[in-house]
């Protein structure tokens, strides 16, 4: 029987350390079109901001704010890239099997709510044993409201919920885009600091919980 308890996971960062793969499919989809990609040290900044693809890719490239093919054909040959090569390259963080049985076993259920590409989240748990533990998947869809915008909480997620009550919610995430989502939801939001956020602006947004690992979630979930 649950126990009325949900946990919002956000993906990058999070739950998977996708930076190789991020920097694969980006730096291939760059030299596919001829656009130069910017040091790696600007690609890890725009990659901490949380944001959808087409946010990130005009962090790179502000160019292609001017030209919408371009920004629509660089979307499409990253996400090709991502799914058909990169993809391997990617790795759950260390402990989020076990966590996300411990609170599978709990009761509690888990949603993952992200703005990356919906096929790669769901091939990624499939592919790592994870798609038992969570209810449902909220990715980058057209249509669908993008983190830190909270209505995709609100307006799909929440109106489903039925008795689920706000205070044994919490969003899990490693952004200030996490963390903004979180409050502009009204709900509890636990920091990751093994994630990809600027951990000087992501305490000053003062989230309620914060975890250097995965394996502290578990024990913090059974106190709420």
């Known amino acids: ?132 533990f969570v209810a449902a998947v909220y990715g980058d869809e057209p249509g669908l409201p993008k983190k830190p915008d909270p209505a995709i909480l609100t307006q799909h997620v929440l109106p489903r919920l039925g008795q689920t009550q706000r205070e044994r919610m919490l969003v899990v995430g490693d952004t200030a885009t996490d963390i903004m989502f979180a409050k502009a939801a009204g709900l509890p939001c636990c920091w990751v600091s093994y994630g990809y956020g600027a951990i000087d602006r992501c305490r000053a947004l003062a989230p309620e919980h914060e975890i250097s690992s995965i394996d502290q979630l578990p024990a913090l979930v059974a106190r709420l």
């Open 1 to 132: 029987m649950g126990d009325g308890k949900l946990i919002v996971f956000d993906y990058d960062g999070t739950l998977f350390d996708t930076r190789p793969a991020i920097h694969y499919a980006l730096t291939h989809a760059f030299a596919a079109h001829g656009r130069p990609l910017p040091p790696d040290r600007e690609v890890a900044t725009a990659i901490a901001q949380g944001t959808t693809l087409d946010d990130t890719l005009l962090i790179l490239d502000p160019g292609l704010g001017r030209d919408r093919a371009a920004l629509d054909d660089l979307v499409l040959s990253y996400r090709a890239l991502y799914l058909d090569a990169a993809e391997p390259l990617l790795r759950p963080y260390p402990g989020v099997s076990k966590a996300l049985g411990q609170l599978h076993a709990m009761g509690t259920a888990s949603l993952v709510v992200s703005n990356k590409g919906l096929a790669a989240i769901h091939r990624s748990l499939a592919a790592n044993g994870l798609a038992a």
